[in-house]
């Protein structure tokens, strides 16, 4: 599809995940290595630096999946070596799917007192777990990516511990000025244009910035 757009001289603008390509003129994303750093350094700290975390990633091909396991595996590897890894596993973002991870991940290892799930759907599907198997929240740190309501309650409730966000109408927007930026015949762009990202627990999520990225 992108050869056809590039076979009829049409400028391409590539947004959110990404494809691996060099049609698209830029890429108009977050860094997701970077976001899901900062996830792992929450958990980090939260955990003392002592724990076992589940990972739960929404798939392993995606330019998004690969980059957001990478950012908060190496992160956590790197500042925090008594911190085990368990996963990461792929839900496909599937809630009743990333919710049976979660279980299958909780059975085997009775010791787990973290989680980070990688997108809206994988986070949700820990959320489920945790609340069907009745367990103490008050012993795990849950940690996503993303929005969505169920994330919203569950923050503010203080079952999760926080969510890094995205700014997707920062994304989009951008994605306009670009493309009309090459509609109009500029040939040079910056290969990605990072849009930025911020992180929301109960005492950030009602601040402005972050009330201006969130959706439900």
Known sequence: TLQKFADAKCPVIAFDSGVDSTIPLTTVATDNIAAAALAADKMGEKLGGKGKVGVIIH???SRTGIDR???FVDEMTKKYPDIKIVGPQYGGGDLAKSADIAKAMLAANADINGFFGGNEGSIGGVLNAVT???LDQT???IIGYDSGQKQIDAINSGLEFGAV???P???GGKCVVEAMLA???QTTFDKVIDTGFLWADKTTINNADVQAVLYK
Do not use: N, R
């Open 165 to 167: 966000q995205q700014s």
């Open 132 to 134: 069907e198997l009745h």
């Open 183 to 185: 509609i109009k015949g």
């Open 169 to 171: 109408i920062g994304i």
């Open 139 to 141: 012993k795990l740190t």
């Open 69 to 71: 396991a990478k950012g």
């Open 59 to 61: 798939d392993q091909t």
